[in-house]
């Protein structure tokens, strides 16, 4: 079989979406992609975000958050920025990296306002959900826009 096609999500904090994204496409789409994670500026993995993939079954608990820096040495086929911030602050790929943009609205800013915990789990499950739709769109989903 040929090599698995490489992704590297990449966002702000690699707390959330691109954490959910690298552990949507691992799941999904593992026979053809290899997928990893990262974060311009890394913080811990969002609790919410485990939660939020754990209602849908996919253990993400001992996933942690990684600097785009430790994967200087990989070669990805395609790099995909979930943030606008991400996109802005994209590093450097070789030539052969293709980068694209899916934007995903942030669930940690759309919490913020929550009255309570169920509240502020709705985001994270619809954006979990937008983001398992893009992942199931794959590979017609990696066509520029």
């Known amino acids: 079989m040929a090599d698995k096609t490489r992704i590297l999500y990449l966002c702000t904090g690699n707390s959330c979406r691109s954490q959910m994204a690298e552990a949507w496409t691992n799941r999904l789409k593992g026979e053809h992609f290899e997928a990893y994670s990262a974060g311009v500026q890394p913080k811990r993995v969002d609790p919410r975000a485990i939660i939020a993939m754990a209602e849908v079954g ?5 996933q942690k958050s990684k600097d785009v820096d430790a994967f ?8 995909i920025t979930l943030c606008d911030n991400a996109r802005e602050s994209c590093p450097y790929f070789p030539a052969k990296t293709k980068l694209i943009h899916r934007g995903f609205e942030d669930p940690p800013k759309l919490a913020e306002t929550a009255g309570n915990e169920e509240e502020a789990m709705v985001p ?10 893009f992942v199931e769109s794959l590979p017609e989903g990696l066509k520029a826009e």
Do not use: H, L, P
């Open 58 to 62: 996919i253990d993400i608990s001992s």
């Open 124 to 133: 994270y499950r619809r954006i979990r959900d937008e983001i398992k739709a």
């Open 72 to 79: 200087g040495n990989m070669e990805f086929d395609y790099v």
